[in-house]
């Protein structure tokens, strides 16, 4: 295998190991075989056009072209010309596809599904970074450089999965390079000639390093040093604390590993929430069946942020044990309120991937298989050793407390311990914060007076909006700038409440999971995707962690903080809120019924094709028939270019009618390649090292020509050898009937198919390639010539004006 060939394997190979950090962004990872494919095409073409051989930027060109086509005849084949021939329509279908993917991108959380629109960036990105890595690598012969792309592709992975990119994608992107390295290291020793590594042992009596028998020495050091410096990569983060959770662990794992003890991250979900509330397509999450009357208060809680630094809400590092069989009962929760064991069945969906388990607060007890833990100060529990939600099937018996506004109104003082963790706020928030939250609850009498009072003014009196698509934060300032405009989705209602109580001395912090989900006919309830949501939670001593509802149109407002005159006296059984999430649709919208593929496409009924093209008129446009016919006529010269370039080459050899006639020598010479460029169309390639005779035997040879064809051969042979050997040639006659004889001759020996690839697709029509290489370079030379001419006219100028001021 040649240099050149090994290079463009290792580039080839580099970049789909590099690519391979991108498989766990979106899922199914099936378009990597797409890639892998288109790759080797890509890299196929430059291996080609390089052993033609080429300039560099037809090279490239060359490439670049045929990736374009093989994107176009994947993505777009039904909008472009024959299939794979890109015109405006095929242009205009690549940009539909990259505004969907940009906007699926920002849509989806990771693992994204696998929509047309986000294989269409994904593959294309690689393909992108094969050819600039084979450009580099291959073509200009720099392998070092060709790191740069490859270390942006496996960044991107890792950028994406917020730190989390496993480092077995890590390993490969690496070894890929240092293949890429060692190949072209050995190309380089290759050309220097024989290098010797040393003097031959003289122990062992072993051949020298130089001999064949072992490694060279150089190569040999050079892969000790790549396996070395692979392995401090690999070793040196997972050695030290400083680092723990970052090439080797995800975002957020646990520590602990089994038994009792160990710890939990702090972790930020949320970051995918805005992403989970922009799903098009309300995906089901999971499914449950409980034997509660009324369901609109039964949020299903992952994990609770208690810590709140200025910059985001999070939770607290805080030790871990094992589930235990019955849960302690909850903190602050008094016997004087009243609390109704109920209990549910759940079902995660296999696409459903959490490592916080969702389920109804306070939980009584759990029952489920798998590496769980419990965190004891949230009531949470976290999966451990990469423990996930995936398939979970798991029984949870909780309590339904019902505390009156009476019971709140009248809570003692939470215990000091408490109160100081939970309401401790950032120096760096705003006075603002804290003014609008006095000026809010202005007249209240108690905690429990000003947490409604926060509550109905987020969600009715203070003029608020429900709107997914603005800027996500949990910062100050983000709180600042969502009280100026009031308008945002339950994150920030929910962390601006918990701050505002906070900086008033109620206990109050955030939680992150579902609203309670649909009913269904069958008696089950489903959680959607889009049922993703998070609230406060403020502490009331007696009732323990209570929930609020500030967020606008969403969840179920609490029977507790309706207006009604407190009382101590236990309140009745709760009615269902009728609320976007509790309660199914009665008729179906385009939304859920189409997919938004279909709905871009136009073929979801004329309602939700409404906002597409509704002009009317069944006459055709002429300027599009035109076009058209232009596009056709262009494609058919296009393939028939070979075909007219062989003819031509032909006609102008064999001089017939239409050009001057040539000198006897010429046209003898002519008609000899015109004989060697037949034969090579079918099949026989030239061999210009061997003399004419020999050529004409080895064409009769490998060409099975007989009789008339045969001896034509030879006869323009021996002309050729009398015009390049004798001092006074003859002149050749009937030179265009030998070569007509050829053409026959290989006509009855060959096949249909070696016919029509002959006629169609002649292989001599490389020339037309090695022509204009041999332009382009010459171009370059007489530019790079003249260049040299203006410089030096230049100085020699400035050299005599200076001389003349001197």
């Known amino acids: 295998m040649s240099g050149r060939a090994r290079l463009t394997l290792g580039a080839y190979a580099a970049t789909l190991m590099a690519a391979g950090a991108l498989t766990p962004l979106v899922q199914p990872a099936t378009w990597i075989f797409t890639a892998a494919i288109l790759l080797a095409v890509q890299s196929g073409v430059g291996a080609l056009t390089r052993r033609v051989p080429l300039a560099r930027p037809v090279t490239i060109t060359a490439q670049a072209v045929v990736t374009l086509l093989a994107l176009t005849l994947v993505f777009a084949h039904g909008h472009a010309l024959l299939g794979f021939l890109p015109g405006p329509a095929a242009f205009s279908h690549f940009a539909t596809l990259f505004e969907a993917g940009a906007a699926d991108v920002g849509r989806y959380a990771i693992p994204a599904p696998d929509t047309e629109g986000i294989r269409l960036m994904v593959v294309g990105g690689v393909l992108l970074v094969g050819l600039l890595v084979d450009t580099l690598a291959v073509t200009f012969r720099s392998a070092a450089p060709a790191g740069l792309p490859l270390l942006a592709l496996y960044s991107v992975a890792a950028g994406l999965s917020d730190g989390g990119a496993s480092w077995v994608w890590f390993l490969l992107a690496a070894t890929g390079y240092l293949l890429l390295l060692l190949g072209e290291g050995r190309d380089r020793l290759s050309q220097w000639g024989r290098v010797f590594g040393g003097a031959p042992r003289s122990a062992g009596g072993g051949p020298a390093a130089g001999d064949g028998g072992q490694v060279l020495a150089p190569v040999r050091t050079g892969r000790r040093i790549g396996v070395v410096a692979m392995g401090i990569a690999l070793v040196v983060p997972a050695a030290l604390p400083a680092l723990n959770g970052g090439l080797f662990g995800g975002p957020g794992e646990g520590a602990g590993t089994g038994g009792k003890g160990g710890t939990i991250s702090a972790v930020n979900p949320l970051v995918s929430l805005q992403d989970n509330l922009r799903q098009p397509e309300d995906r089901e999450v999971l499914r449950y069946r409980t034997n509660a009357v009324d369901t609109s208060g039964m949020y299903l809680r992952l994990v609770a942020l208690d810590q709140f630094d200025g910059t985001s809400w999070k939770s607290s590092v805080r030790p871990i044990d094992d589930v235990p069989e019955r849960l302690p009962r909850p903190d602050g929760l008094s016997d004087q309120v009243r609390s109704t064991e109920i209990t549910g069945n759940f079902v995660a969906s296999p696409s459903y991937e959490q490592k916080w388990l969702p389920m109804p607060y306070p939980a009584a007890k759990i029952e489920i298989d798998g590496r769980w833990r419990y965190e004891p100060a949230g009531r949470m529990l976290v999966g451990d050793d990469k423990q996930t939600t995936r398939g979970a099937r798991y029984t949870v018996t909780s309590l339904d407390v019902r505390p009156t506004p009476g019971q709140l109104a009248a809570a003692a003082p939470p215990p000091d311990r408490l109160r100081s963790e939970y309401t401790r706020v950032p120096a760096s928030l705003p006075a603002d914060v804290k003014a609008t939250a006095l000026r809010v609850t202005d007249g209240a009498r108690n905690d429990y007076e000003r947490a409604v009072k926060l509550q109905d003014w987020f969600a009715r009196d203070g003029g608020f909006r429900y709107d997914v698509d603005v800027e996500s934060g949990t910062g100050v300032r983000a ?328």
């Not at 040879?701 to 003859?730: C, I, K, M, Q, T």
């Open 479 to 806: 709180i600042s700038r969502f009280l100026q405009q009031k308008e945002g989705f339950c994150v920030h209602f929910s962390f601006s409440m918990a701050a505002m109580a906070r900086s008033l001395g109620i206990p109050a912090r955030v939680a992150v999971g579902f609203m309670p989900g649909t009913p269904r006919a069958d008696g089950s309830v489903s959680v959607g995707i889009r049922d993703a949501h998070a609230w406060p939670e403020l502490y009331f001593e007696g009732a323990g962690w209570t929930r609020f509802e500030p967020t606008p149109s969403r969840g179920s407002t609490p029977d507790y903080t309706r207006s009604q005159t407190p009382t101590d006296t236990p309140s009745g059984p709760a009615q269902p809120e009728t609320s976007a999430s509790a309660l199914p649709s009665a008729e179906p919208s385009a939304s859920d019924s189409c997919p938004p593929q279909l709905r871009r496409q136009g073929e979801c009924g004329p309602d939700a094709a409404a906002g597409g093209d509704t002009s009317g008129g069944g006459g055709a446009d002429a300027l599009k028939v035109f076009l058209l016919s232009l596009g056709v006529a262009a494609v058919v010269l296009l393939f028939l270019s070979p075909l007219l370039w062989r003819t031509r080459v032909r006609t102008r050899r064999l001089g017939l009618p239409g050009r001057a006639a040539e000198d006897a020598a010429a046209r003898t010479l002519a008609a000899w390649r015109e004989i060697n460029d037949t034969a090579w169309d079918h099949g026989v390639a030239p061999d210009e090292s061997q003399t004419p005779r020999k050529t004409a035997a080895r064409i009769v040879r490998v060409g099975r020509l007989e009789d008339e064809a045969a001896n034509a051969v030879h006869r323009v042979a021996r002309a050729v050898e009398e015009v390049l050997y004798a001092p006074s040639p003859r002149p050749a006659v009937g030179l265009t009937e030998e070569v007509g004889l050829v053409r026959s001759g290989f006509h009855a020996a060959s096949g249909r198919r070696a016919r029509l690839r002959a006629l169609l697709v002649p292989r001599s029509a490389v020339r037309v390639l090695w022509g204009a290489s041999a332009r382009w370079s010459a171009l370059g030379d007489r530019w790079s010539s003249w260049r040299q001419g203006v410089t030096a006219r230049a100085g020699t100028a400035f050299r005599k004006v200076s001389r003349q001021r001197g």
